[in-house]
C-alpha cells in the first residue's frame, strides 16, 4: 500500500475514534418561500404577480428589510373605520362640546356658515352633546363630516390645501378632542365589534337617517399583510382615519399599534385636542398636513423612512421608498406612485388613481375589483387629460406623467361582474 494512503486512513481512523473528526455538514435546503394560497377574488395575473415579488424578495433575504405599506379603509377592509367610529359616538353621545361652545377651535378650515349651523343646532352648556336623541344635532355633525357641507348645502371648509388636508377626514380627529387615547380605543373597539358582527349590507340609524352598520375584513389582503411579513418586509398600514382608531384595528390583520399611522392629534393634560401633528415643514398646531394624498408621502417618509425636516416631503431616492404600496383612492396616489416594486389598486372608481393605475406607464401597477361588492364597469372613459387630476387649490386639471406628459382618458377595463 502507498505509505501516504496508509497515514491518511489511519489518522482518520485515529480522528473518528477520538471524535476529533466529523462529517461535513449537510448543505442546508433553501427555505420555501412562503405562498399565498387564496385565489378567489384575484383579477388575471395579480395574485401571480405578487407571489413572483414575495419569491423575489424570499430568495434575496438580508440587509435592511424590504418596506410594503397599505391604506386602510376600503383597501384592508371593505368599508371605513373612521365613519364607523364617528356613527358609534353620535349613537352613544360621546361627541363633546367644542371648546367654549365655539365650533370654529373644531378646525381653522370650518366656515362661519357651518360653524353657525352647528351652533343653531346643538345644545351649548352640556357635557357631551346629546346626539343619541337630539336629531337635529347628530344630522348636522354628520352633514358636515360626511358631505362637506352643511344640511342646507353651504360650504363647510374652506382655505386648505387640497394635496395635504382634507378637512373632513381631520374632523373627525379633532372631535374627539378631551377623551384620552385608550378612552378612543374603547369606542373603537365598541364600534368594531358591532360592525364585524352585523351583516353584510345592515344599516344603522344615526340622527334622523340610516347610515352603514358593518365592516368586513378582506380575507386577501389579511393573507397578503401576513405573507408579506413572514417573507421579512416590514409592513406598516398608513390611513386618514384618526390614529387610535387604526390601532384597533389594524391589530385583526397582525399589525401593531407601532405600525399603523393615522391622524394624530396633540394631547394636553393626557387628554387629545383639537390641534394636528405637523409632518416635514408643517408644525405642531399648524393643521395644515394629515395622512391625505402628498400628506401620506411626507408621514412614511418621517415615521418609517426617517426622512426628517422638509425633505420628508419630497420623493426619496429609490432605494430609500416602500417596495410595495397599495390602496383604493385619490388619497393614496403619492404612495402608490413612490412604490418601487409593485403597486396594488382595488377599483373604487377614483379618477386620479385609475388613470394611473391604467396609464401603467412603468408595469408597476396591478388593478383588482373590491374582493367584496366590487364596482361594475364604469361606463364613460375617466376623464384623465382634463379633469382627472385635483390642484392644491381644488382646481380640476389633466393627469400628467413624470415627464409632464399628460394621460390619455382611459376605459375602465377591471371591475365586478
Known amino acids: 500500500m502507498n505509505p501516504t494512503i496508509r497515514w491518511s486512513a489511519a489518522v482518520a481512523a485515529l480522528a473518528a475514534a477520538t471524535g476529533l473528526l466529523t462529517a461535513p455538514p449537510a448543505q442546508a435546503k433553501p427555505e420555501k418561500c ?41 383597501t384592508v377592509i371593505k368599508n371605513d373605520v373612521g365613519d364607523a367610529t364617528l356613527f358609534w359616538l353620535l349613537r352613544n353621545n360621546r361627541v363633546r362640546p367644542p371648546e367654549n361652545d365655539d365650533w370654529t377651535t373644531t378646525s381653522r378650515y370650518l366656515t362661519p356658515e357651518a360653524a353657525d349651523a352647528l351652533r343653531n343646532a346643538c345644545p351649548t352648556g352640556v357635557r357631551t352633546l346629546p346626539t343619541a336623541t337630539d336629531g337635529r344635532c347628530a344630522d ?12 342646507t348645502g353651504g360650504e363647510a371648509f374652506a382655505g386648505f390645501d387640497h394635496r395635504r388636508m ?29 360592525n364585524l358582527a352585523a351583516p353584510v349590507g345592515a344599516t344603522q340609524r344615526v340622527g334622523t337617517g340610516e347610515v352603514t352598520g358593518w365592516v368586513r375584513y378582506y380575507d386577501q389582503q389579511r393573507e397578503l399583510v401576513r405573507t408579506l411579513q413572514k417573507t421579512g418586509f416590514d409592513v406598516w398600514i398608513v390611513s386618514a382615519s ?15 399599534p407601532s405600525h399603523a399611522i393615522g391622524i394624530r392629534t396633540t394631547t394636553e393634560h393626557g387628554r387629545l385636542t383639537a390641534r394636528l401633528k405637523g409632518c ?34 419630497q420623493v426619496q431616492p429609490a432605494a430609500r421608498r416602500q417596495v410595495f404600496a397599495a390602496g383604493d383612492s385619490d388619497t393614496d396616489i403619492s404612495f402608490l406612485r413612490d412604490a418601487t416594486g409593485l403597486r396594488l389598486v382595488l377599483n373604487r372608481n377614483k ?27 364604469r361606463t364613460s372613459p375617466y376623464p384623465c387629460s382634463t379633469t382627472g387630476y385635483t ?8 393627469v400628467r406623467r413624470a415627464d409632464g406628459s399628460v394621460v390619455p382618458d382611459q376605459q375602465d377595463s377591471v371591475f365586478g361582474s
Open 166 to 194: 382634507e378637512p373632513q377626514y381631520a374632523w373627525l380627529a379633532q372631535l374627539l378632542r378631551g377623551w384620552t387615547t385608550r378612552q378612543v380605543e374603547s369606542f373603537a373597539a365598541a364600534a368594531r365589534t358591532e
Open 242 to 256: 384618526p390614529e387610535p382608531v387604526v390601532d384597533v384595528w389594524a391589530e385583526g390583520v397582525g399589525i401593531k
Open 280 to 313: 416635514g415643514s408643517v408644525r405642531d398646531g399648524e393643521d395644515a398636513m394629515i395622512t391625505y394624498i402628498d400628506g401620506k408621502r411626507c408621514w412614511i417618509n418621517q415615521e418609517i423612512l426617517g426622512v426628517l425636516g422638509p425633505a420628508a416631503e
Open 391 to 398: 390642484g392644491s387649490d381644488g382646481t380640476a386639471q389633466p
Open 140 to 151: 348636522e355633525i354628520l352633514s358636515v363630516y360626511a358631505e362637506g357641507a352643511t344640511t
Open 34 to 74: 412562503p405562498t399565498l394560497t387564496l385565489s378567489e377574488g384575484w383579477y388575471g395575473d395579480n395574485r401571480a404577480r405578487l407571489q413572483e415579488l414575495i419569491d423575489t424578495h424570499c430568495a434575496a433575504k438580508g440587509g435592511a428589510k424590504p418596506v410594503a405599506v397599505f391604506d386602510w379603509d376600503n
Open 351 to 377: 379618477n386620479e388613481l385609475m388613470c394611473r393605475a391604467y396609464d401603467n406607464s412603468d408595469g408597476r401597477w396591478i388593478v383588482n375589483p373590491m374582493f367584496i361588492e366590487p364596482k361594475k364597469r
